[in-house]
């Protein structure tokens, strides 16, 4: 193989990863299986107290995608609000706290 064809392969499978991740899905919270839930939870509490972190993430990897439907980029979003709705015990504080930045805009 030569390098172009490295580079080629290279920046498709990046691509596909990227689609993947940001492909838009629709997130059902209400069609869950409790007992599968309860068997993830269960594995994620073990995995959490042996300090298997990779184990930890897989799994709930996959109850945010098996039991809810979430996209990978999901969970980013939500740390990110675009609009943040005013609080009323803000007139009131002395100083607000700067809003958090996000990365995507």
Same mark, same amino acid.
């Given at each position: 193989?030569? &390098? %172009?064809?490295?580079? @080629?392969? !290279?920046? @498709? !499978? !990046?691509?596909?990863?990227?689609?993947? +991740?940001?492909?838009? &899905?629709? +997130?059902? $919270?209400?069609?869950? #299986?409790?007992?599968?839930?309860? %068997? !993830? #939870?269960? +594995?994620?509490?073990?995995? /959490?107290? #042996?300090?298997? /972190?990779?184990? @930890?993430?897989?799994? $709930?990897?996959? $109850?945010? %995608?098996?039991?809810?439907?979430? +996209?990978? @980029?999901? *969970?980013?979003? *939500?740390?990110?609000?675009?609009? &943040?709705?005013?609080? %009323?015990? *803000?007139?009131?504080?002395?100083?607000?706290?700067?809003?958090?930045?996000? &990365?995507? *805009?």
């Amino acid at each position: 193989m030569n &390098r %172009r064809t490295v580079i @080629l392969a !290279l920046a @498709l !499978l !990046l691509g596909a990863i990227g689609a993947y +991740a940001s492909w838009p &899905r629709h +997130a059902d $919270l209400r069609g869950f #299986e409790p007992a599968e839930i309860a %068997r !993830l #939870e269960t +594995a994620m509490w073990r995995d /959490y107290y #042996e300090k298997r /972190y990779v184990a @930890l993430f897989g799994h $709930l990897y996959e $109850l945010s %995608r098996t039991q809810f439907g979430f +996209a990978p @980029l999901d *969970s980013f979003e *939500s740390r990110c609000p675009r609009h &943040r709705p005013p609080r %009323r015990s *803000s007139q009131r504080a002395p100083a607000r706290r700067p809003t958090p930045r996000c &990365r995507r *805009s």
